[in-house]
T-cell receptor, first 114, second 113 residues
Framework: QKEVEQNSGPLSVPEGAIASLNCTYS??????FFWYRQYSGKSPELIMS????GDKEDGRFTAQLNKASQYVSLLIRDSQPSDSATYLC??????????????FGTGTLLAVQP | NAGVTQTPKFQVLKTGQSMTLQCAQD?????MYWYRQDPGMGLRLIYY???????DKGEVPNGYNVSRLNKREFSLRLESAAPSQTSVYFC????????????FGDGTRLSIL
């Protein structure tokens, strides 16, 4: 079992719809969770961080964390064609300490259709 | 507001050649990382440096060496390039405080012929 799993997609949604991206992780005591957006040919860009159970909203983006079920999700409201990208889920593994390593999923490709 | 700067942006090498990828950050971050990204494989950690003066192997270290020159700079060296090392290489940095995200450079696109 991979440590961080994402559906590779593509996830296709019409413009204006809600896009829902999901990520599961294997280690129950993981601490910190991040969503990165990566446009084709570009580097990963941080869009959300979440550390405790529940929802965290930032503009059109909402991150949801459920530690008991070991999943983290990203909702994008009013999806725009400019949101079309690969979304990477990243998790800080337990006992990472000063190494501050992250474990990345392989990403979900989102395509927003005009 | 440079953040993480990688050089070069593109490079083509012949099998057996050597080269060094450079990375510098101006955010006073303690930790720095080198990743490679291949289609379908996601980001794989090559080497990292938790703090100045320390380096450790990541998931795929074979064929690479690193140097943490100072707090700002972390270089990745390919001693004898192989076609399997054709990839996009990303450098990232992160503050010391546990739980903070990593910040990425723009990447180096490397082709080995």
């Amino acid at each position: 079992q991979k440590e961080v799993e994402q559906n590779s997609g593509p996830l296709s949604v019409p413009e204006g719809a809600i896009a829902s991206l999901n990520c599961t992780y294997s280690d129950r005591v993981s601490q910190s969770f991040f969503w990165y957006r990566q446009y084709s040919g570009k580097s990963p860009e941080l869009i959300m961080s979440i550390y405790s159970n529940g929802d965290k909203e930032d503009g059109r983006f909402t991150a949801q964390l459920n530690k008991a079920s070991q999943y983290v999700s990203l909702l994008i409201r009013d999806s725009q064609p400019s949101d079309s990208a690969t979304y990477l889920c990243a998790v800080t593994p337990p006992l990472s300490g000063a190494t501050n390593k992250l474990i990345f999923g392989t990403g979900t490709l989102l395509a927003v259709q005009p | 507001n440079a953040g993480v700067t990688q050089t070069p942006k593109f490079q083509v090498l012949k099998t057996g050649q050597s080269m060094t990828l450079q990375c510098a950050q101006d955010m006073n971050h303690n930790s720095m990382y080198w990743y490679r990204q291949d289609p379908g494989m996601g980001l794989r950690l090559i080497y990292y440096s938790a703090s100045e003066g320390t380096t450790d192997k990541g998931e795929v270290p074979n064929g690479y060496n690193v140097s943490r020159l100072n707090k700002r700079e972390f270089s990745l060296r390919l001693e004898s390039a192989a076609p399997s090392q054709t990839s996009v290489y990303f450098c990232a940095s992160r503050p010391y405080r546990v739980g903070q995200p990593q910040h990425f450079g723009d990447g180096t696109r490397l082709s080995i012929l």
